[in-house]
């Protein structure tokens, strides 16, 4: 292969590296969409769907709360609750969190709470 081969499949491997670079982009993009999706839809749904769907534990006591959601009450943690996605060297991690102090109490529960 001369010079001029080696330039054009130089610029080949380009292009072909910046629309596979595209790809995995619109791939994590999508992917992150759908993984707040799904976290939005626990809280509508009231459980976790992973294989299966499983309902999150009823109220011991309903007080004030009497015919709402389960982990709904002022929609703040629901609304907070979002994913987020970086990229390695490997790919890309999205993590769904929520900023809120109590976050990890409703999804991990207590010595208290199951």
């Known amino acids: 292969m001369g010079i001029k081969g080696a330039k054009r499949n130089k610029g080949f491997f380009t292009r072909k590296a910046k629309r ?5 982009r619109t791939i994590e993009v999508k ?16 459980g976790f769907t992973d294989k299966s769907f499983r309902p999150w534990a009823k109220r011991k006591r309903e007080g004030r709360r ?15 609750t979002k994913a987020r996605s970086r990229s390695t060297n ?13 976050a990890p109490y409703h999804n991990y529960g207590t010595d208290k709470i199951p």
């Open 90 to 102: 490997k790919g890309f991690i999205i993590t769904v969190s929520s900023p809120r102090a109590y």
């Open 66 to 80: 009497k015919g709402r959601a389960i982990l709904v009450d002022t929609s703040i943690m629901k609304n907070t």
């Open 20 to 24: 596979i670079a595209k790809a995995l």
């Open 31 to 46: 992917t992150t969409a759908m993984a707040d999706e799904h976290s939005q839809n626990a809280f509508d749904k009231q």
